[in-house]
């Protein structure tokens, strides 16, 4: 009896820590003190310093604009820490390059980038939606750890559940991350964010360690590093390719159409569509000079006064903060504004309709710089400029179309970078960025076809003259792995191309073609391989691969689309008619429709952000809340 008691004693002795399972950064500890050896993440300083008073307390520091790869950022130092900017950007460059997101996110206008601060407190970081601040003790772990706060906040404005479902994630895989993570999700989430940088960095070995370890954790800290930018910055949304990031939305609507939270009146007659940055929705409409509060009524609205542009900018309550005339309107046949503007960086960027691209001040609206496309050999278009034009990096792209197709410009000074080749006139797309097998192009559709233009020399690379000499071609392309996809209306229908990439040499094949996709202006979204379009008065389904109709269907009448969260959200071209319907290839069924009140035709696709679905038709702009509740 007594040694079946002394060896239960054992037992119990021994049990705590027999049972105790190691930790996430148990596993991996051999890794931490190597982290950064591996990783290709170059930052390159671009200008500063310049004297700022810092966000934390006003106190001096020194401030630079720095890139890695496609990111811009501040870095900002506090005077009295006497810490080098070298000594940041070699920390920084210790990262690897998809967690240099966070820089950019904390980059705002308004905020510091990445901060060097004197004292926090006693802590050596602080992360979160709109700054990353360090003391100078701080590594390259501390900000991995504190990216994960940066990113998981920002992705939390498209997905309000986010940390929710990080807590299930917890539950599923019945490890813990570390000591620090025990004591609150949040955490937990950081340093998970920690441990899979040092794994990124250490090599695929590592990583699908990680994996097996943590599944649930690492595929959605995965979803989080990859989300697109909350907001809608530009056309057709943060990847413009008319899909919105946004989850938890409703799967069904009320007979009269869900919750409005609040619509804008006089923005103006026109088709532009609005952009959502730095906490401001954004949209352009013709208007007369000194936008007098009350206009002569006109049942058509193409014969309502105004000759001016006007830009306005409105809260997320709804409320104008401010409505600038910025330059003249287009009023040649079929007037009203069209380009949406193109946020990036506490700027806007617009190409009206009589060709002049400027760029504006977003939080008041004031003129920066303009060109004219005429400077640059422009042929006139027959319904005014439509482009909505692109940011990549330090540039800004248009079409003129003439002498030279594309231009690229500084984006803060507005002075020529490069011109490509002649292509014809241009018509009224707006471009993409595709890089693709290590080729960066910028694709975009013209009067002769489709052009495929080298992102940083303006090279032309490839072109296709499908719908040359049609009367407008207007939809934007889309593209998804290695495909092309065009479709214009007036009966052309739609084309497919694979592109090849060998050295400096890209080619675009036709693949096929279909009648089933024409549209106008409103667009396609590819979804899982399948293309969703309007088809003239109707809806269809068709296969990128082999160009297969997979179905036809009866939706709101010649429209527009925009996808977000498993649905479709239609929008038809008259009587603000708009539908939701499941994305699928196998039919079409609508769950829901109601409409907007307005004049005339509408040309500006849904936008989903937020939670919210915004609406565009003539001089209103309508925001209902589409969040499951």
């Given amino acids: 009896m007594k040694k079946i008691i002394a060896a239960v004693i054992v037992a119990l002795a021994v049990a705590p820590e027999a049972k105790a399972e190691k930790k996430l950064v148990d596993h991996f500890s051999a890794l931490f003190g190597k982290f950064g050896q591996n990783s290709t993440t170059k930052v390159k300083i671009l200008s500063g310093p310049k004297d700022v008073k810092m966000r934390n307390g006003g106190v001096p520091g020194k401030q630079w604009i720095a890139t890695c790869g496609k990111f811009r950022f501040k870095l900002t130092i506090q005077l009295s820490t006497k810490v080098k900017v070298e000594q940041l950007v070699q920390i920084l460059q210790k990262l690897p390059m998809p967690y240099m997101r966070a820089c950019e996110v904390v980059s705002d206008e308004t905020e510091d980038g990445i901060a060097i601060y004197a004292n926090l407190g006693g802590a050596a970081a602080h992360g979160g939606k709109s700054y990353i601040n360090l003391v100078p003790r701080a590594n390259a772990l501390v900000i991995a750890h504190e990216a994960g706060h940066t990113l998981e906040q920002a992705a939390r404005e498209s997905d ?55 599944p649930a954790r690492f595929a959605l800290w995965e979803e989080i590093l990859t989300a697109p930018p909350a907001g809608w910055p530009q056309w057709r949304g943060p990847n413009r390719d008319g899909k919105s990031p946004d989850k938890g939305l409703l799967k069904s609507w009320p007979a009269d159409g869900p ?18 940055g730095g906490g401001l929705i954004y949209t352009t409409g013709r208007k007369e000079a000194g936008n007098p509060p009350k206009v002569p009524e006109s049942s058509n609205v193409y014969n309502r006064p105004g000759k001016r542009l006007f830009m306005t900018a409105i809260d997320m309550q709804g409320k104008v903060k401010w409505d600038k005339d910025i330059t003249a309107a287009y009023v040649d046949k079929y007037p009203g504004s069209r380009a949406t503007p193109t946020y990036d960086n506490g700027n806007l960027y617009l190409l009206a309709g009589t060709g002049v691209l400027g760029c504006y001040d977003a939080k008041t609206g004031d003129t920066k710089w303009q060109r004219d496309m005429k400077e640059f050999g422009a042929e006139k278009v027959r319904w005014g400029f439509a482009e909505s034009v692109l940011i990549l990096g330090d540039l800004v792209t248009a079409s003129p179309g003439g002498e030279c197709f594309m231009v690229a410009l500084n984006k803060d000074t507005g002075k020529t970078v490069w011109k490509s080749g002649a292509f014809g006139g241009a018509h009224y797309s707006s471009p993409i960025h595709v890089v693709y097998k290590g080729a960066e192009m910028i694709i975009n559709g013209a009067g002769k076809g489709l052009v495929g233009i080298h992102a940083k020399t303006g090279k032309i690379l490839w072109t296709n003259e499908f719908a040359s000499g049609n009367m407008a071609n207007v939809p934007t392309p889309a593209f998804e792995d290695g495909y092309v996809f ?13 592109l090849s990439v060998s050295g400096q040499k890209v080619t675009a094949k036709e693949v096929w073609r279909t009648e089933d996709i024409r549209t106008q202006y409103g667009g396609y979204v590819i979804l899982d391989g399948y293309i969703y379009g309007n088809n003239m008065y109707k809806w269809s389904c068709v296969d990128l691969k082999t160009g297969k109709t997979m179905w036809k269907g009866e939706g709101v009448r010649k429209g527009s689309i925009t996808y977000a969260d498993g649905m479709l959200y239609l929008y038809g071209i008259d009587k603000g008619q708009i539908a939701l319907a499941p994305a699928s290839p196998k039919g079409l069924e609508l769950v829901g429709n109601f409409n907007v009140a307005g004049k005339g035709p509408s040309r500006a696709p849904p936008v989903v952000a937020g939670g919210r679905l915004y609406l565009r038709y003539d001089e209103n702009l309508y925001c209902f809340d589409v969040r499951a509740q």
């Fill in 486 to 498: 065009w479709a214009v209306g007036y009966g052309k229908g739609g084309i497919c191309l694979k």
């Fill in 259 to 276: 919750k409005l939270m609040w619509k804008v009146t006089r923005i103006g007659q026109g088709f532009s569509n609005v952009s959502i």
């Fill in 160 to 214: 309000p559940k986010i940390l929710d479902k990080w807590e299930e994630a917890i539950k599923a895989d019945k490890v813990s991350v570390s000591k620090y993570g025990d004591r609150v999700r949040h955490e937990d989430l950081g340093d998970f964010a920690k441990v899979y940088a040092v794994c990124l960095d250490a090599g695929a070995e590592h990583l699908a360690r990680l994996k097996k370890l943590s």
